[in-house]
């Protein structure tokens, strides 16, 4: 049954929500690192990370297990957050639609 819209803004709400919280941690871990990069880098995260998710695909597939902790929301959630920091620092830029 295919849900409601409102139902889907309370998952994406929710899962932004989750994303902003791991992004928060991240930064009291790492600092705001992404503040220093140029829009290119942070591209450049967004592909590494977009292959890692193909990574871990195909080991599912193969019915397989990575040998590293996180996996695929977590590089989708790293991802989102990436895409919002490139979004920040092009509006910084006075970059238009």
Same mark, same amino acid.
């Given at each position: ?18 994303t902003?919280?791991i ?12 503040? !220093?990069?140029r829009?290119?880098?942070?591209? =450049?995260? $967004?592909?590494?990370? +977009?292959?890692?998710v193909?990574? /871990?695909? &195909? %080991? ?9 902790? !996180? ?5 989708y959630? =790293?991802? $989102?957050?990436?895409? +919002?920091?490139?979004?920040?620092? /092009?509006? &910084? %830029?006075?970059?238009?639609?």
């Amino acid at each position: 049954m295919k849900e409601s819209t409102d139902e889907l803004v309370k998952k994406y709400d929710e899962i932004i929500s989750e994303t902003r919280e791991i992004m928060i941690r991240k930064n009291h871990d790492y600092g705001d690192s992404w503040r !220093e990069m140029r829009v290119p880098s942070i591209t =450049d995260q $967004i592909l590494v990370k +977009v292959r890692r998710v193909q990574q /871990l695909e &195909e %080991l599912a597939q193969k019915g397989e297990k990575s040998k590293v902790a !996180e996996g695929r929301i977590s590089e989708y959630r =790293d991802i $989102i957050n990436y895409c +919002v920091f490139a979004v920040i620092k /092009l509006r &910084e %830029l006075g970059v238009e639609e």
